[in-house]
């Protein structure tokens, strides 16, 4: 028998839960739910069988150690800053660990004592980064196996509203946490490259750079570039690649309406707005233009972002309310603070709405002399308001690299995240059974 | 006899050093200039009698408290975040001090202390901070004591080329830190008040949304915003003011054609451009533009700043020579660093090259039912390349300072800035027999 811990028990461990619960005598397992919240942790857990909640403090050092200590494999579903003291301790006690988190510096310098504990710490196995990692190194693999030359690597995904629940003029809602959509892209330059000339794009032009694509069976999508492509690089082994470039989905439209907030300062989450409680959203909105006695703030908003009263661009402010005069009523509020409510008002998932994750790779190599290009694209629709795509692209992998570790199919010790031929080839197969697939198909080259 | 230190002999200390001389025996004082650059201070020195000249490393705390000891009154001209330690030396020893700085947090904490050893330590008294402190101050207790309601306060300086020296298509050379120039604005929201209006412009709006202003004798000039005005309202005593603006001045059009660099993404200093030593000026251009095959810089940044071809700032960005094959040059530079770099090729000053200081207050109020509104003017011109308009309004008022807290006539002990009428009175009227003047005119009242 293997007893299983997970820590941290919110929306995103919906379908982890469930695959581990289905799991469970199969493969003869014990779970343990713990959270701070233990409602959310019994709620989780159910009857099952197999399956306890608890109520869990990561800060309390003698609860975890007495925790971990019980378990054989721990996963942490925390919040990615609270997983090194988790990992810690599973390295003293040598206990496999999986994260869906970006590794961080302190968990990187973890990788020597993990390796000489014999523990396998797998981070960065959810959907982005996940499933990237897993889908990108399979293609990119087999093209440098075949002896192909990579030329351009791009990658994007997006969160976004299933077309069944897709309803209103920004063709998006929240599917998942409202304030890293406002804060998306700021905090520092953007840089890539194209054709072999490194890019830069400053934050409050991002939302201007973007490129067009189109998914079959979903139509067109528009990709925003993501801060850092260059570090990829050596992730993927694409060292003198001339060509890397990650980027954001949206739907067509999005990209250049979201703009006027960057371009207002309404995105600002560095300072506090005075009387922030007792103004509209009305005047949020003045407080970014010059005053004027006589004119409107429509119209002073047209003029100072060139936009035209009869633009789609035009429609899309108008919906969201921003020149409402409901009360804004948040204490001290940024910028950011006051625009995710506004946005909340109109772009919160109603009972019954889907999510979508896409992704989309676009693979340029050189073979035999010819230039070829591969588009590799999947798709995953919600299923309900819990078993979200997102909750299913997130803790899908979660729980399968769970199993093959517990199963010794993933043995190799240290601190990793999904790139090796040992992690991707079974778990893509695996995904694929849950409807996580990728089509891929093979399209004349185009360079940039 | 008294015993002056002056710590710093940098540029902006000429007129500082020359006032101090020219006073030293009228005044029975003897000076001491130290530098950790030797021959800087050695410089300043010159063969004058009373004073001598010092290598000193500030840091070297034994060196800095046997030196301030032997004084009677320090002056800091290093860097701000160097004055602390020196504050607190003069704090043990009790010894007065002055600063050109902005008070920091650090210097404000030690207020309790200063009063308590009696010793008096002014900053802020160079040009802005500084001389802006005084003139303010000067006419809003005027206002005040007749019983006037403030209802407006602008205030504007600007470090410019002399009209004599004017002579390239931008109106500007860097008369001062080219670094400050090129970083001007940037690290967060500009925030201020017009008529009971909170007001908010991101940085990458700050150069497009200018004022004009017209001085006498000196022509039109254009402000753009600083930072944070609304600190001043504590420190004027406006608490209520309905509108108060601080800027900038520089000659029209400068902020425009700035704007393109801003919108670029060329004043970014947060990180380092790859190559940057290999590439040219125009490298560093398009790397901010969207690659194509095809195309030209000129004709890229044109369409995506939507500058017409034939425009004076189409002009202004070429005579800069950034689209030119120049090279770099410059190992592991950031973006601002590279545009310094770029732009010192033709801003900076030539031999016989005259600097301008000009300042420019606007104050509103009612008196009796009437609305009203004075303009008060400064221009200062540079007289050599050592005497400089910068180097005059910065050092006089510090000189003029020290004197008079040796003759008692500055003798309210603390931490301070200079604010109350025993300052201010008697400095303004001297820097008036130094040709640093203000001019007060009444004027039409006109609201925002």
């Given at each position: 028998m293997k007893n299983i811990l997970v820590i941290g028990a919110g929306r995103s461990t919906f379908s982890l839960i469930q695959y581990l619960k289905q799991h469970s005598t199969n493969e003869d397992w014990q779970l343990t739910i713990a959270d701070f919240n233990e409602e959310w942790a019994k709620e989780k857990a159910g009857n099952h069988p197999r399956t306890k909640a608890l109520k869990f403090d990561v800060g309390d050092a003698e609860a975890r150690v007495s925790l971990i200590k019980e378990h054989d494999l721990v996963i942490s579903m925390l919040p990615a800053h609270m997983h090194v003291s988790v990992a810690k301790d599973c390295i003293k006690y040598k206990k496999h660990m999986v994260t869906a988190s970006y590794i961080s510096d302190e968990m990187e310098a973890l990788d020597d004592a993990a390796k000489e504990a014999g523990i396998v710490l797998i981070n960065e196995i959810g959907v982005d980064p996940g499933i990237d990692h897993l889908s990108a190194m399979s293609v990119l693999d087999t093209i440098r196996a075949k002896g192909g030359k990579m030329l351009l690597f791009e990658s994007f995904t997006g969160g976004l509203i299933a077309p069944e629940s897709d309803?209103?003029?920004?063709?998006?809602?929240?599917?998942?946490n409202p304030r890293n959509v406002v804060l998306a892209g700021s905090g520092g330059a953007v840089k890539f490259k194209q054709e072999g000339q490194y890019k830069y794009i400053p934050y409050h032009q991002v939302f201007r750079r973007t490129e067009f694509m189109e998914i079959e069976g979903y139509g067109r999508f528009e990709g925003y570039a993501n801060r850092d492509s260059l570090k990829y690089r050596s992730v993927y082994g694409l060292k003198d690649i001339p060509t890397i470039y990650r980027g954001t989905l949206r739907k067509p439209g999005f990209c250049r309406a979201w703009d006027s907030f960057v371009k207002l300062g309404m995105t600002d989450d560095s300072y506090v707005i005075e009387n922030s409680a007792d103004m509209t959203f009305r005047d949020f909105t003045n407080s970014f233009l010059a005053y004027n006695q006589h004119d409107s703030v429509e119209l002073k908003l047209m003029h100072y972002l060139n936009i035209p009263q009869d633009s789609d661009l035009m429609d899309k402010l108008s919906w969201l309310g921003?020149?409402?005069?409901?009360?804004?009523?948040?204490?001290?509020?940024t910028p950011a603070q006051i625009l995710q409510h506004i946005l909340e008002q109109k772009w919160s998932l109603e009972a019954g709405d889907k999510d979508m994750i896409v992704m989309h790779h676009i693979f340029g190599y050189e073979l035999n002399g010819e230039k070829k290009m591969i588009e590799s694209s999947m798709v995953t629709l919600g299923k309900s308001m819990e078993e979200t795509a997102m909750a299913q692209t997130v803790g899908l992998p979660v729980a399968i690299a769970a199993r093959n570790i517990l199963n010794g199919?993933?043995?190799?010790?240290?601190?990793?995240?999904?790139?090796s031929k040992e992690i991707y080839k079974p778990m893509l197969a695996e995904l694929k059974e849950y409807g996580i697939e990728f089509i891929e198909k093979e399209v004349p080259y185009k360079g940039y």
């Open positions: 309803n209103n003029p920004w063709n998006y809602k929240f599917t998942w921003i020149f409402d005069s409901t009360k804004v009523d948040l204490e001290k509020a199919n993933i043995s190799t010790p240290g601190v990793q995240i999904p790139i």
